[in-house]
């Protein structure tokens, strides 16, 4: 990964938890946030990239980085997940909401099941993976929640519209919780990446032509990538952020 730009001396030993950190932006995100001296755990359903990467930071970090295995449309074993999570790191000061399924799919072709699906991992799984962080939160005095979003519900995309729904819904999902929890100290933000060319993009979805036409809509010249979200993602869970909740940051490169 590039070098982390920004270092925040308050997310050494802070307990951080993420959702599907195996690989691509969630991967960066548990590197960056270990190479602050958190404490850090993640989830994700993908057994061998985990383990993969959690060899990878091993004796890179104060802590060892903690892989729990789980299938977000659960959410009974989701719940278990989050608990083991905080027990192994001490508490939850940090959730960030990362986990997502960003599947094509055909209007007249989506059926009830498939719906399903797209929102109980895009969406459904963020409030519950929140519901049972929060009390652990709560016992520390506070914490930041960061949600991810997406600019594809701002893009009138037609070739995906049950992602879209759900991305537009985490941004409300964000403000009730932001109200919610307030009182308590926890903050909730949200960050809307652009695109994010990944190797999964590349390998699913993403033509150099399309890659070509959004780089020509944005103000930067350049393609955009995992790190890219690192930086917002630490600022939103760090006491740099401390008097901000309820908000979103777009990191598109000016695509908007």
Avoid at 109 to 118: F, G, K, L, S
Wanted: charged share 20%; with cysteine; aromatic share 6%.
């Amino acid at each position: 990964m590039t070098e982390i730009p920004v270092r925040h001396a308050d997310l050494a030993d802070r307990a951080v938890l993420i959702t599907g950190g195996g690989s691509g932006i969630g991967a960066a995100l548990v590197e960056s946030f270990a190479a602050q001296g958190a404490r850090v755990a993640f989830l994700d359903i993908a057994e061998k990239p985990s383990l993969d990467l959690v060899e990878r930071l091993s004796g890179s970090s104060p802590y060892p980085v903690v892989y729990l295995k789980a299938d977000l449309r659960n959410t009974a074993e989701t719940q278990v997940a989050v608990n083991a999570a905080a027990e192994k790191l001490g508490t939850l000061s940090v959730l960030v909401n990362n986990a997502g399924w960003d599947d094509r799919h055909e209007f007249d072709a989506v059926t009830e099941e498939y719906w399903d699906r797209a929102q109980a991992i895009n969406l459904k799984q963020m409030f519950f993976v929140a519901q049972a962080a929060v009390p652990h939160m709560r016992r520390t005095g506070g914490g930041a929640i960061v949600n991810f979003s997406s600019i594809a519900y701002l893009l009138n995309m037609g070739e995906m519209p049950a992602y879209t729904t759900a991305k537009a819904g985490i941004i409300g999902l964000t403000k009730s919780l932001a109200g919610k929890l307030g009182v308590e100290n926890i903050r909730v933000n949200a960050i809307l990446p652009g695109m994010i060319v990944t190797e999964r993009q590349k390998e699913l979805w993403l033509t150099e032509e399309g890659i070509a036409a959004m780089i020509a809509r944005q103000c930067l010249k350049r393609v955009l990538v995992a790190e890219d979200l690192v930086g917002p993602c630490l600022f939103l869970a760090s006491d740099a952020s401390a008097a901000m909740t309820a908000q979103t940051i777009v990191i598109d490169g000016g695509a908007l």
